[in-house]
Every structure is written in structure tokens, then in C-alpha cells.
């Protein structure tokens, strides 16, 4: 459809056929309903007027990580440099926490559910949903980019569906009226409806966000209290008129604002953070651009029903000037807001949080000063200054620098001078002004590429172990809030939209316990009725770094533990090496190095006779039970008398198996004295067994290490010799 035709807007029938249902009910045609949407929408337009100063301070924030220079700026000299300080401590943020929520191994949803098949299949789609969100890419790099700067993580989840005529080459048989002959194959060409749906997930900058009242503890507070969640929308006549076509919008209220967009030519004074990115990435929006319509989206408790005094969640669109484009109920079935928001840092009493930014932002504009004054001096310390007398050197016009060239004048009247290196000074200073930039945004080396340490001298082990422990409890506090207040939730709105909108099956990669499985299984339209709880388990499981010590630690202390430490419990290590060799291969590589032999396939007795007799050769499977197996195979030795001698073969494959468990299992035994010294006791003074931790051994940290030279202590005059180790 063109941008400006004005044709008459055509609701579809199917679309008008579904109004009838109570969702997709129009309620602004009432008018009671409509006074309440108005009211909802001045307290809107209040809202947006009361945080017009945080929206306008944001627009500065997103200047500085687009290394813009604005009138903040106090030195104005010919240079023209920005020091990209802040920006750099937001990139490394950003790409610290992204690895720390999306781990190597892929795997980053844990699910809890009555049906263990139910479980694996809410896995497997929830972790497709995460890829074709492209949560990784697009979503989540972004959210964390907003979430520094603008103090606020704000995403909007819906459904999109979009369908695509795919063309492909098939072989048929020759037709005659539509039936099939004998012939020759030949290519032909068909085309076919694909269609893909899926959930979107929306990054919203919170200039455009207000949730009132601004006091409330969240989004369900907020709209349980009375208030409204209001999102602007910036819309072109295209986008309203396929609204009006699905039937998202009513139509005559959407013809008004068409013939007002045509007719109006000033812009909403609320800032527009698209404006500021669009000129960062060199685009221009000007007066020539597209007409965009200024739109409110707003959800609220409305009371539907006038005599009743049931309010209900309803979603509706304001443009302007009165006109109620639409009021809904709520079209999720599962009755929450789409939009979920969440602050960096919770401030008691207020929803929204302070940015990063703020605290180090007239450093960034002092450090630009300096530098851009370094700058100027360092070009004028590189030009000499001639010195001459003119009363002696009436010859100055001659006087060109080039090569090879002749000054007519006497050398005790020409001197040559060097304006002052300032530039030093003023580097060095705003190098002390990064520093604290990224002290304050809690940026340490160990996280910028390449970085530059204090003094230039090298780290030792210590200082670079220090850091990572920084940087690891720095990173978890992060990511520990934005996996509970944003992620988590997201998971659980993905499973409702699925449950909603699609009804047909949908083939995806299949996961195992253990990991991924090289195979695609097919999923049905889920059903409600399972109990289930999921949590985004990506920051749980990139969290291992310290973990995995600890864990190595408290394996070797079990695995010394005898029968007699631990009266009436089973020591089952199972579980704890399962885990412990996902976290440390992940799952791709954890099938392959520790198998779970419960899950191959294991025959009974009998009917290994029968493949034996007729001819197949047969292998024991670990966890079979010899003993009762030979007795089996042996009783059908005698009666068919083994003609094909394959039973007696398996027969010693169990003898076999058995004497090796059996020396497995006094190996164990054996391994245990020798690393617990005695029976029973963990961490004994035996030497161990070679290539294994003593029993009860913790991975320790560095140890600080003297400078060149330095002398031993046990050799200091006045030291004490340590005690000979036993």
C-alpha cells in the first residue's frame, strides 16, 4: 500500500468474524469506557511531562556512548577529539555479562515439571524460541546497552507470524485431467505456504516507558494499585492501516489521525531516542522524512461492565486530541502485561533506577577537555618557533621552510625555540580521569582486550587472580538480577504465547539430560494442564569458574569416605561426576565421556537365546545380571544342543564380564587404603595413587611470588628454618 494513499480502510471478514469474542470485543464504542481511557490517557501525558528532564538527560547519556561532542563541552579549541571512556566501559560490560548469561555449551533453561517427557519437550522448544528470538544476537546486547545508560531494562514480548510462498522443483508423472499415467517423470515447479511464528522481543528505550504511579514496587503493583503502563509508539500511515486491517484498531477513530498526520507538520516535544542513534549511524531524519503518528499504548484496570464493579485488564491506543483508537481486554490469555521492566539498581520508593552513566559524566566531559587541550598543545609543542630581529633581518619574507633552503641572514639573529610539551600533562590526566570512569562503572582489566596496567609493569599471579575474583562477583550481581526480574519471566511469557497461538506441531532440536542430541523431534501444541516451572539456567551454569574448584574439592573428600563414616547412607556419586563433566565439557562432549548405560538397550535372556540359536551374534550389556543370564543360556545349551555354537560363546562373554567387574571392584577398594592411609579415614598420610589427587586435596590459589633475587627465608640469618615435611 502506498505511504499516502488515502483510500478507505477495509477491515477483513475473518478479522470481523472474531470480534465476537470477548478479547477481541471493541469496549471504546462505550461510553463509559471511553471517559475512563481518556482520564488514563491525561494521567499519561502527565507522567511522560514529570520524567521530561530524565528523558532529555538520557539523550546526553546516549551522546556520550556515541562519542558525540555537544555543548557540555567547556574547552572549544581546534581539535575535536572525544575519548571514548565511557563507551569502552559500557562494550566491555556488555560483552562480560552477554557470555556470563549465554554460556559455551548452549544450554540455558532448567525445567522443573510433573512429567519428565513433558519436560524435556518445554526444553527443547523454549531453547528454539531462544534462537529465533535471536536472544543472543540482537535482544540481549541491546537490553544491557540500554540497562547501563538509561538506568532501566524495558522489553515488550509478543507474537509475530509471518508466511512465505516457497517455490521448489518436484518430479511428477505425466497428467491427463488430473490423473496420473505411465510416462516419464518430469520437473516441475510448485509453490508452498510456509509459515513461521514465533515470539518477538522487543528492546523499548525507557524515555519511551512510563509506568505509573512512580512510586510502585513493579509493572503488576503498578496496575493492581490503580495505575498504567504507557509506551509511545511512533507509527506511519502504512502501520496504522494494516492495524486497522487486523483488526487491531477501530476504523473511523484511524481515519481521523490519517488526515491529521497529512495536515500536521510540527513534531511531539517528548525526545526521540531513534533520532539520536539514526545520526550516529549516519542516517538523517529530516523534514522530508516519513510522517510518523505520535501514539500512546496503555494498559490499565478498567471497569468494563457499567452496573457490574469488575475491572479488568484492558490494552488501548490513544491519538490524541481525545481519540481513543482502541481499548481492549488484555489479548494474552494468560492476563499479563507484554511489556516487562525492571530497574538496574531497585531504589526504595521509586520504579525506575539511576544510570550508570551519571556518576562519571562530567569525567568523561572533563577528560574530552583536557585531551582536546592536550591535543592542541602537542601540535604546537611540533612547530618550531623562529625567533629573529627584524632591524638586522629585513629579509623575514625569504625566510621559507623547505628543503634545502637559503635564509640570507646572520645565525646570531635567527633563534629557533620549542613551545612547552603540555600535552604530557594533560594526557596523564585524562588517563587519571579513565581510570576512575572505570572504577566507577566497575570495569577491570581482566575484562577490557589488551588493557593497559597501572605503572606499565606486568601483573603477577596474585594481582591477575584478585581481578578475575572481581570480575566474577561483580558480573554475578549483574546478571543474577537481570535472569530474575527479565529473563526468568520472559521464559514463562514464551511458553503462554506458544500455548495461545500456535496449533500446529513444530519440529525442533531435541535435548537431553546431558546435553544435546544429534536428532529433531517433533512437538505437539502444548496443553496447560502439566505442572511445570521453568528458570533461565545460563547464568547458573556460567557460573563455574570458582565452582568447579570447589566441587573437585568435595568430590575427593566423598569418594574417601568409607561405609563406616556414613552409617544408614549409600554413597551415590552418579549425580555429582554427571554435573561436574557437563559444567567442565558441557553438554556436547559430557554424552560421549560419561554414558549412561541405563539407556542402551538391554534384552532379556530368553530372547537372546532366540537370536543366538538363529544365528546373530550377541553381546552382554554391563548391567546385566551374569550369574542369572548364564543360567538362562546354559539351560538352552542342553536343550537344542547349540548348533550354531554362539551360545557357548556368549556364555564366556559373561564369564568374562563378571571376572572384570570383580577386578574392578577390588581395584576400588585397593585405590581407597591406599589414599586414606587406613580404612575408613579420608585424607590419610599414604602416598596415593599416581595420577590421582590425594583424597581430600583443594585446588589452592596462587601463591605470592618475591622479586629477582630475593633471598630465601629459610636462608635469612635471623629466620627460623620451616619444619622438614614428613
Given at each position: ?8 480502510l ?54 556520550m ?18 575519548a ?12 562480560r ?181 539514526s545520526?550516529?549511524a ?23 461492565d ?6 479488568e ?21 494468560d ?30 566531559y ?181 565452582a ?44 560421549e ?9 538391554m ?97 589452592a ?26
Amino acid at each position: 500500500m502506498a505511504e499516502d494513499d488515502d483510500d478507505d480502510l477495509e477491515v477483513d471478514e475473518a478479522v470481523e468474524a472474531t470480534l465476537t469474542d470477548s478479547r477481541d470485543e471493541e469496549l471504546a464504542d462505550k461510553e463509559h469506557v471511553k471517559k475512563q481511557c481518556i482520564q488514563i490517557f491525561k494521567d499519561a501525558e502527565q507522567g511522560f511531562q514529570d520524567q521530561w528532564n530524565r528523558a532529555n538527560s538520557q539523550i546526553d547519556y546516549w551522546e556520550m556512548y556515541n562519542c558525540v561532542l555537544n555543548a557540555n563541552q567547556f574547552y572549544s579549541g581546534n581539535s575535536k577529539i572525544y575519548a571514548p571512556f565511557v563507551r569502552d566501559a559500557i562494550e566491555a560490560r556488555k560483552t562480560r555479562f552477554v557470555n556470563q548469561i549465554f554460556p559455551v555449551s548452549g544450554k540455558h533453561i532448567e525445567v522443573f515439571s510433573s512429567a519428565d517427557d513433558r519436560a524435556e519437550e518445554t526444553l527443547a522448544l523454549l531453547e528454539t524460541y531462544i534462537r529465533r528470538a535471536k536472544l543472543r544476537t540482537k535482544v540481549i546486547p541491546a537490553l544491557l546497552r540500554n540497562g547501563d545508560i538509561e538506568g532501566q531494562y524495558n522489553v515488550y514480548i509478543s507474537w509475530v507470524k509471518y508466511k512465505r510462498n516457497v517455490a521448489m522443483r518436484v518430479k511428477r508423472k505425466p497428467e491427463v485431467d488430473g490423473v496420473e499415467v505411465e510416462g516419464e517423470e518430469h520437473d516441475d515447479i510448485v509453490e508452498q505456504e510456509i509459515i513461521q511464528e514465533y515470539p518477538r522481543v522487543e528492546v523499548i528505550a525507557d524515555m519511551d516507558v512510563c509506568v505509573l504511579p512512580m512510586t510502585c514496587d513493579g509493572i503488576e503493583d503498578a496496575l493492581n494499585s490503580g495505575g498504567s503502563v504507557n509506551i509511545i509508539r511512533r507509527w506511519s500511515k502504512y502501520k496504522i492501516r494494516k492495524l486497522v486491517r487486523d483488526g487491531e484498531l477501530e476504523k473511523e477513530a484511524a481515519q481521523e489521525l490519517l488526515k491529521e498526520m497529512g495536515n500536521r507538520s510540527k513534531s511531539h516535544s517528548q525526545p526521540d531516542k531513534s533520532k539520536t542513534l539514526s545520526d550516529a549511524a549516519g542516517v538523517k531524519i529530516g523534514a522530508g522524512g516519513k510522517k510518523t503518528a505520535f501514539i500512546y499504548e496503555t494498559w490499565a484496570m478498567i471497569k468494563t461492565d457499567k452496573r457490574g464493579g469488575n475491572y479488568e485488564l484492558c490494552k488501548m491506543y490513544y491519538g490524541g486530541a481525545d481519540r481513543v483508537l482502541s481499548c481492549k481486554r488484555n489479548p494474552n490469555w494468560d492476563d499479563k502485561c507484554s511489556l516487562l521492566s525492571a530497574p538496574v539498581d531497585q531504589l526504595e520508593g521509586i520504579f525506575k533506577g539511576v544510570s550508570k552513566v551519571k556518576p562519571v559524566e562530567t569525567f568523561q566531559y572533563a577528560a574530552n577537555d583536557f585531551l582536546n587541550e592536550a591535543m592542541d598543545s602537542a601540535t604546537y609543542s611540533l612547530m618550531p618557533i623562529v625567533m629573529t630581529d627584524p632591524t638586522r633581518n629585513p629579509r623575514t619574507s625569504s625566510m621559507v621552510l623547505n628543503v634545502a633552503a637559503i635564509w640570507e641572514t646572520s645565525p646570531k639573529d635567527t633563534q629557533f625555540a620549542n613551545f612547552p610539551a603540555l600535552y604530557k600533562e594533560g594526557m596523564v590526566i585524562a588517563q587519571a580521569f579513565k581510570d576512575q570512569i572505570f572504577q566507577t562503572l566497575g570495569v577491570n582489566p581482566a575484562m577490557i582486550p589488551q588493557a593497559a596496567t597501572s605503572g606499565g609493569k606486568k601483573p603477577n599471579q596474585a594481582q591477575l587472580a584478585n581481578e578475575q575474583q572481581v570480575d566474577i562477583l561483580t558480573t554475578a550481581d549483574v546478571v543474577t538480577n537481570l535472569e530474575g526480574a527479565i529473563l526468568t519471566p520472559m521464559l514463562h511469557r514464551f511458553y503462554a504465547l506458544d500455548h495461545q497461538h500456535r496449533d500446529h506441531a513444530i519440529t525442533v532440536r531435541s535435548f537431553g539430560r546431558l546435553g544435546i542430541k544429534a536428532n529433531m523431534q517433533q512437538i505437539e501444541p502444548v496443553q496447560m494442564g502439566t505442572r511445570f516451572e521453568l528458570r533461565w539456567y545460563g547464568v547458573e551454569q556460567a557460573r563455574n569458574a570458582q565452582a568447579l574448584q570447589q566441587q573437585m574439592a568435595g568430590l575427593n573428600v566423598l569418594r574417601g569416605l568409607g561405609p563406616q563414616d556414613t552409617p544408614g547412607y549409600q554413597k551415590n556419586l552418579s549425580p555429582v561426576v554427571q554435573q561436574f563433566v557437563e559444567n567442565l565439557w558441557g553438554p556436547r562432549l559430557a554424552p560421549e565421556i560419561f554414558k549412561d548405560v541405563r539407556h542402551e538397550q538391554m534384552l532379556e535372556a530368553k530372547f537372546e537365546n532366540e537370536m543366538l540359536i538363529a544365528g546373530f551374534d550377541v553381546y552382554p550389556h554391563p548391567l546385566d545380571d551374569d550369574a542369572a543370564h548364564m543360567r538362562e543360556h546354559f539351560q538352552a545349551a542342553q536343550a537344542t544342543q547349540d548348533p550354531t555354537g554362539q551360545i557357548r560363546a556368549h556364555i564366556m562373554l559373561h564369564q568374562q564380564q563378571m571376572q572384570q567387574k570383580q577386578q574392578a571392584q577390588m581395584m576400588q577398594m585397593m585405590q581407597q587404603m591406599q589414599q586414606q592411609g587406613r580404612p575408613g579415614m579420608p585424607g590419610g598420610s599414604a602416598p596415593g595413587v599416581p595420577g590421582t589427587p590425594r583424597t581430600g586435596a583443594a585446588p589452592a590459589g596462587p601463591r605470592n611470588q618475591g622479586p629477582p633475587g630475593m633471598i630465601h627465608r629459610d636462608r635469612m640469618p635471623v629466620g627460623m628454618p620451616r619444619a622438614a615435611r614428613g
